[in-house]
C-alpha cells in the first residue's frame, strides 16, 4: 500500500481525510497547494509528511525553472520556508527539506538542478520504505508469541513511504505468525486509528479490533494486550518522544501492568539538536475537530476545548527503541548519540 506517488512532475496522494469510505487520489502541480494538504491532513505521519515536502521542492523548482537564478534560488527559499511551516512537531519535514536545500544551495551544477531535486526526493521516499522494512525486521523479534499489540493512531504505510514503523512490525511479526490480535485506538479526535490503522491491516489480512481510546486500561487490566508498539514525530536526543496525543497516557497505563512499550522511528525522526521533550512543539490544532464529530457539532455552543496534535512521553516509560539500526535500549541518549545519521 501507498499514499503518494510522482511521476510527469506532479505529485499524487491518496487523500486520507477521505478514507476508509473512498479512495480518492488528488493531483498537485504546485507547491503552495502542498503546502495546504499537509495542514489540512490530505497527508499526514511524521516521514509521510517529509518526502510529500520533498516531492513539493520539485514543484517548486518547476515553478520557478524560467526565473534567473538569483530570482530562483530566493523564490525556492520561500517556497522551502513556507512547507516548513505547514505542520511544526514532526521533524521528518525539516529533515528532508533541509536535505533538498543542500543540493540546491550547493548545486554540482545549475542547469541540472532540476533532474538532482527530483533524484534527491525519489532517493528520501525510496530510502524511507527500505528503513521501515529493516525496522520491521529488528522490531519483530521483540514481539511476543501469540500477542495481542495495541497501537495508536496511525503509524503505517500510509503515514510513511510504505510498509509503516510500528505498522511495519507488527506486519513483519505476522508474517512470522506472531500476532494473535492488533488492537487499534481509534484515536480521537480524527480518527487515524479507526479509519487508517484499521483500513491498512484489514487490506492486509491482520487481525485488528478497534478500541476507543478510554478502553485501553481495562483491555490490559484482562491480560488481551502483551505489547505496545507506535510511532513517533519527534524524538530527543535522550529519548524522550513526541507522538500522537494519548501515547503519554498508555506509555503509563503500560508501565502500571509491566507491559512491554515500543516506539518505532527511523533515524530521521531523531532531532539530535535537542536534549529532551521539552523542547518539542506541539501542535496546537482548530479545536472545531473536537467540539464536531465529523461536522456534526457534538458539544454545547460556546464550550471551551483545547486541541495538542501531540504530548511528549519521557524516555523512561519505554522498554525500547526499535529503528531501522536495531532495537536501542537504556541508556537511551548513549545509543542515541551513537547512531549513524544522514
Ligand atoms: O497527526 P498525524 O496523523 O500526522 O499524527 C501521526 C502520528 O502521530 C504518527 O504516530 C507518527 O507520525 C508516526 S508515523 C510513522
Same mark, same amino acid.
Given at each position: 500500500?501507498?499514499?503518494?506517488?510522482?511521476?510527469?512532475?506532479?505529485?499524487?496522494?491518496?487523500?486520507?481525510?477521505?478514507?476508509?469510505?473512498?479512495?480518492?487520489?488528488?493531483?498537485?502541480?504546485?507547491?503552495?497547494?502542498?503546502?495546504?494538504?499537509?495542514?489540512?491532513?490530505? *497527508?499526514?505521519?511524521?516521514? +509521510?509528511?517529509?518526502? $510529500?515536502?520533498?516531492? &513539493?521542492?520539485? @514543484? /517548486?523548482?518547476?515553478? =520557478?525553472?524560467?526565473?534567473?537564478?538569483?530570482?530562483?534560488?530566493?523564490?525556492?527559499?520561500?517556497?522551502?520556508?513556507?512547507?516548513?511551516?505547514?505542520?511544526?512537531?514532526?521533524?521528518?519535514?525539516?529533515?528532508?527539506?533541509?536535505?533538498?536545500?543542500?543540493?540546491?544551495f550547493s548545486p554540482k551544477e545549475e542547469?541540472?538542478?532540476?533532474?538532482?531535486?527530483?533524484?534527491?526526493?525519489?532517493?528520501?521516499?525510496?530510502?524511507?520504505?527500505?528503513?521501515?522494512?529493516?525496522?520491521?525486521?529488528?522490531?519483530?523479534? *521483540?514481539?511476543?508469541?501469540? +500477542?495481542?499489540?495495541? $497501537?495508536?493512531?496511525? &503509524?503505517?504505510? @500510509? /503515514?510513511?513511504?510504505? =510498509?509503516?514503523?510500528?505498522?511495519?512490525?507488527?506486519?513483519?511479526?505476522?508474517?512470522?505468525?506472531?500476532?494473535?490480535?492488533?488492537?487499534?485506538?481509534?484515536?480521537?479526535?480524527?480518527?487515524?486509528?479507526?479509519?487508517?490503522?484499521?483500513?491498512?491491516?484489514?487490506?492486509?489480512?491482520?487481525?485488528?479490533?478497534?478500541?476507543?481510546?478510554?478502553?485501553?486500561?481495562?483491555?490490559?487490566?484482562?491480560?488481551?494486550?502483551?505489547?505496545?508498539?507506535?510511532?513517533?514525530?519527534?524524538?530527543?536526543?535522550?529519548?524522550?518522544?513526541?507522538?500522537?496525543?494519548?501515547?503519554?497516557?498508555?506509555?503509563?497505563? &503500560?508501565?502500571?501492568?509491566?507491559?512491554?512499550? =515500543?516506539?518505532?522511528?527511523?533515524?530521521?525522526?531523531?532531532?539530535?539538536?535537542?536534549?529532551?521533550?521539552?523542547?518539542?512543539?506541539?501542535?496546537?490544532?482548530?479545536?472545531?475537530?473536537?467540539?464536531?464529530?465529523?461536522?456534526?457539532?457534538?458539544?454545547?455552543?460556546?464550550?471551551?476545548?483545547?486541541?495538542?496534535?501531540?504530548?511528549?512521553?519521557?524516555?523512561?516509560?519505554?522498554?525500547?527503541?526499535?529503528?531501522?539500526?536495531?532495537?536501542?535500549?537504556?541508556?537511551?541518549?548513549?545509543?542515541?548519540?551513537?547512531?549513524?545519521?544522514?
Open positions: 500500500m501507498e499514499a503518494i506517488r510522482f511521476s510527469n512532475q506532479t505529485l499524487y496522494l491518496l487523500d486520507q481525510t477521505a478514507l476508509p469510505q473512498e479512495e480518492v487520489w488528488r493531483a498537485y502541480t504546485r507547491y503552495q497547494d502542498v503546502k495546504n494538504a499537509i495542514s489540512t491532513m490530505v *497527508v499526514r505521519g511524521a516521514p +509521510a509528511i517529509g518526502i $510529500t515536502a520533498a516531492y &513539493a521542492v520539485v @514543484l /517548486a523548482a518547476h515553478q =520557478y525553472a524560467s526565473d534567473t537564478w538569483e530570482l530562483f534560488v530566493s523564490q525556492m527559499s520561500q517556497a522551502i520556508s513556507d512547507l516548513n511551516a505547514a505542520r511544526p512537531t514532526a521533524v521528518n519535514l525539516s529533515w528532508a527539506l533541509e536535505r533538498m536545500k543542500r543540493l540546491l542547469t541540472l538542478v532540476l533532474d538532482a531535486l527530483l533524484e534527491e526526493a525519489i532517493a528520501i521516499h525510496n530510502e524511507d520504505i527500505q528503513m521501515n522494512q529493516r525496522m520491521g525486521a529488528f522490531g519483530a523479534d *521483540v514481539v511476543p508469541e501469540n +500477542a495481542g499489540i495495541l $497501537t495508536h493512531c496511525n &503509524a503505517g504505510a @500510509l /503515514a510513511t513511504g510504505g =510498509y509503516g514503523t510500528a505498522l511495519g512490525v507488527i506486519r513483519a511479526a505476522h508474517k512470522q505468525g506472531r500476532v494473535s490480535m492488533v488492537y487499534a485506538d481509534e484515536t480521537r479526535p480524527l480518527l487515524q486509528g479507526a479509519r487508517l490503522t484499521a483500513y491498512e491491516l484489514q487490506k492486509d489480512n491482520i487481525p485488528v479490533t478497534v478500541l476507543t481510546d478510554n478502553m485501553a486500561g481495562a483491555m490490559m487490566a484482562a491480560g488481551k494486550i502483551q505489547m505496545v508498539v507506535l510511532g513517533c514525530d519527534r524524538m530527543a536526543a535522550n529519548g524522550d518522544f513526541a507522538n500522537k496525543i494519548g501515547t503519554y497516557s498508555l506509555a503509563i497505563l &503500560a508501565q502500571y501492568h509491566g507491559i512491554p512499550f =515500543y516506539t518505532a522511528l527511523p533515524v530521521s525522526t531523531i532531532d539530535f539538536s535537542i536534549e529532551d521533550g521539552s523542547q518539542i512543539i506541539i501542535e496546537e490544532r482548530d479545536g472545531n475537530e473536537v467540539l464536531n464529530f465529523f461536522g456534526v457539532q457534538t458539544t454545547p455552543v460556546g464550550v471551551l476545548t483545547c486541541n495538542p496534535a501531540f504530548d511528549v512521553t519521557p524516555h523512561h516509560l519505554l522498554t525500547g527503541i526499535i529503528t531501522d539500526q536495531g532495537v536501542l535500549y537504556p541508556p537511551f541518549d548513549r545509543h542515541i548519540a551513537a547512531l549513524s545519521r544522514r
